[in-house]
């Protein structure tokens, strides 16, 4: 992918904000708690979208501080988790003084950083001893039906992020990684939405936005697997990925 279309992708989410909240799946609460532990902690969740994990770790007990650089998904986020602080910023560019926060997560979001200006960004926010922590929802395409969906959608490489352990150097610790079941429940509606919320999809011209959601209709009418059915489980696998932030460096 081109510069040009990386950077229309990346920031296409504010334009499909309330869509990217109805449909995108949340995180499994036992991921939450692996990446952010147990004890409240001040959490800064970088690039938080409309809060999908911000409003699970608020209701995890948890201070939390949202950074968005999307003036749509702020807005989203704001009326959707008021428990939160939000600030407008970027994971390149944090606005909060160093030290100050005892964990980093950034949900589905991490690919998306310039990662050689965020990584010191990062480190330099985190107390020593904090964590950084990374999540993705994975597709599993284990179950026929989701394979020829998403068949249908292509393989596009910024809707998927199989890159496994992400590579950091000190000051960060080594990378410990995790993986969660997770299970999503959409009715026909929902399942559109999940595809039109996609940055891939959002900057279609509608007439080929169009012929794929009907692709997708016709798809749940004659899959064997979703022919009748109202509502359809769509699976996923939660990769997460934790390192410390060593005292040095
Ligand atoms: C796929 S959405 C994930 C949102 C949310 N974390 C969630 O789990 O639903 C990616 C988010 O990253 C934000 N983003 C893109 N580039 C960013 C950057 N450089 N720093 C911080 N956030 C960024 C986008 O505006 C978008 O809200």
Redesign the pocket.
């Known amino acids: 992918m081109d510069e040009t279309t990386w950077q229309t992708r990346?920031l296409s989410?504010?334009d499909v904000a309330d869509v990217y909240d109805r449909s995108?799946p949340d995180y499994p609460a036992a991921a939450v708690g692996w990446l952010a532990g147990d004890i409240p902690r001040r959490v800064l969740?970088?690039?938080?979208?409309?809060g999908?994990?911000t409003r699970m770790l608020v209701d995890a007990g948890h201070e939390v501080v949202a950074?968005?650089?999307?003036a749509g998904?702020r807005s989203a986020l704001r009326a959707g988790v008021p428990g939160a602080e939000v600030l407008d910023g970027?994971?390149?560019d944090i606005p909060l003084r160093g030290g100050s926060v005892d964990v980093v997560v950034a949900?589905?979001?991490y690919h998306?950083?310039?990662r050689v200006r965020?990584l010191p960004e990062i480190a330099r926010v985190l107390r020593p001893g904090g964590v950084l922590g990374l999540i993705w929802n994975q597709r599993d395409d284990g179950e026929p039906w989701v394979a020829a969906l998403w068949a249908l959608l292509g393989e596009h490489p910024s809707e998927r992020h199989r890159e496994g352990a992400p590579a950091l150097a000190p000051p960060f610790g080594p990378v410990e990684a995790a993986t969660f079941p997770h299970r999503q429940a959409l009715d026909l509606g929902g399942l559109l939405d999940l595809v039109r919320s996609r940055s891939y999809v959002a900057t279609l011209a509608d007439a080929e936005r169009t012929g794929l959601l009907e692709r997708i209709t016709e798809l749940t009418r004659t899959h064997p697997d979703l022919a009748g059915r109202r509502q359809f489980g769509l699976p996923y696998v939660t990769e997460a990925y934790r390192a410390v932030r060593l005292p040095s460096g």
Not at 45 to 50: E, K, Q, R, V
Not at 67 to 70: D, G, K, M
């Open positions: 990346r989410f504010g995108r969740d970088l690039g938080a979208g409309t999908k994990l950074v968005e650089p999307s998904m970027a994971a390149e949900a589905q979001a998306w950083f310039d965020a």
